[in-house]
């Protein structure tokens, strides 16, 4: 029952579900909303001193890919900081895919992920 209250949580974009309470979710959806978590929120870097004060660290620090080229380069620098941070924040979340696109000024990542028997893609949007 235990994994049951830990694979279960709110989700986001956070929405008000039939009971007048936050939806929440699990599987697929609140491993969505957990990876989203982490990739979109800005932790400590050279440019950033952190987005949440009481853990400055947290996030994947994707910031640092705003104007760059769109090269091999960008498309491994994403892989890392992604990598780590999921490592880093999400330890039982694995990495299985990771896909880059830039159109106009966004940098679109498609991030496949995997946590025990849940696999899901997560879609990405960083203004560049």
């Known amino acids: 029952m235990t994994d049951k ?14 009971k007048r309470d936050f939806a929440s979710g699990s599987g697929a959806a ?3 909303t ?14 950033s001193s952190g987005e949440l004060p009481w853990r400055t660290e947290f996030g994947a620090g994707l910031s640092l890919l705003r104007h760059q080229r769109n090269d091999a ?21 694995e990495l299985i895919s990771l896909e880059v696109n830039s159109r ?10 995997r946590e025990s028997t ?9 203004e560049r």
């Open 30 to 32: 609140i491993l969505r």
């Open 73 to 93: 380069t960008l498309q491994e620098l994403a892989r890392v900081y992604i990598r780590d941070a999921l490592r880093r924040w999400l330890p039982g979340v």
């Open 5 to 18: 209250i830990l694979q279960q949580g709110v989700l986001s974009p956070f929405r008000r579900d039939k």
């Open 34 to 47: 957990k990876v989203t978590q982490v990739l979109m929120t800005d932790g400590t870097t050279p440019q």
């Open 118 to 126: 849940t696999v899901t893609d997560v879609f990405v949007e960083v």
């Open 104 to 113: 106009e000024n966004v940098l679109d990542l498609r991030v496949g992920v």
